[in-house]
Nanobody
Framework: QVQLVESGGGLVQTGGSLRLSCVASERTFRLYRMGWFRQAPGKERDFVSNVSLIRRTTTYADSVKGRFTMSEDNNKNTVFLQMNSLKPEDTAVYYC???????????WGQGTQVTVSS
């Protein structure tokens, strides 16, 4: 059973930066992909980014392209989300997710709150 632990959320001013971390209980080479999602108050959970840990390809939602960057450290079973030029509309609970080969996202972190003040 894969468990994910997130950290790095907080309060930041518009234009500021935050770096989210997600540590997996399983070595990342045993996972197919990991991603980030977010859920704002009163809204559904939305896709932010994901990375194929095999092909090393990364995809981003249009709303964060050019501002967010996802990376990974396989030796530490960790993925990161570097968030720059933050906007108030980025305010949400951010969730880390992981998938095994041939499966949809099935493992989820507890979420970390990101609040961007205007």
């Amino acid at each position: 059973q894969v468990q994910l632990v997130e950290s790095g959320g907080g309060l930041v001013q518009t234009g500021g930066s935050l770096r989210l971390s997600c540590v997996a209980s399983e070595r990342t080479f045993r996972l197919y992909r990991m991603g980030w999602f977010r859920q704002a108050p009163g809204k559904e959970r939305d896709f932010v980014s994901n990375v194929s840990l095999i092909r090393r390809t990364t995809t981003y939602a249009d709303s964060v392209k050019g501002r967010f960057t996802m990376s990974e450290d396989n030796n530490k079973n960790t993925v990161f989300l570097q968030m720059n030029s933050l906007k108030p509309e980025d305010t949400a609970v951010y969730y880390c997710a992981a998938a095994r080969p041939g499966r949809e996202f099935e493992y989820w972190g507890q979420g970390t709150q990101v609040t961007v003040s205007s």
